[in-house]
Nanobody, 129 residues
């Protein structure tokens, strides 16, 4: 069982930055792939970024095309925390952002919300124009 708690959301102007954090409680955090998703009102939950685990030591970062070059995902296994640094924000980034976890060897693609077992409660990000 993994409990996830997001923080760091807020209101920012276009071009601004925010860093989201997701603290995980539970064992073996390092063996989980972690993802960030977002959901705007009336829309589906979309993939933003993920850090996946391979061969026991290697982590890869993956990004949606819409955030590539602006967002950076990172993780600190010692702190059981995954981060999402968001730069050059635009109003199109406004959404509730969710952190999610899946065991590294579980089935399902890292960009598919249905592949994740555990979810946080979400944190609101609002970008004003």
């Amino acid at each position: 069982q993994v409990q996830l708690v997001e923080s760091g959301g807020g209101l920012v102007q276009t071009g601004g930055s925010l860093r989201l954090s997701c603290a995980a409680a539970g064992r073996t955090f390092s063996s989980y792939s972690m993802g960030w998703f977002r959901q705007a009102p009336g829309k589906e939950r979309d993939f933003v970024a993920a850090t996946t685990w391979s061969r026991g030591i290697i982590y890869y970062a993956h990004y949606a095309d819409s955030v590539k070059g602006r967002f950076t995902i990172s993780r600190d296994n010692a702190q059981n925390t995954v981060y999402l640094q968001m730069n050059n924000l635009t109003p199109e980034d406004t959404a509730v952002y969710y952190c999610a976890a899946k065991r590294a060897y579980s089935s399902g693609d890292y960009s598919d919300p249905g592949a994740y077992e555990y979810w946080g409660q979400g944190t609101q990000v609002t970008v004003s124009s």
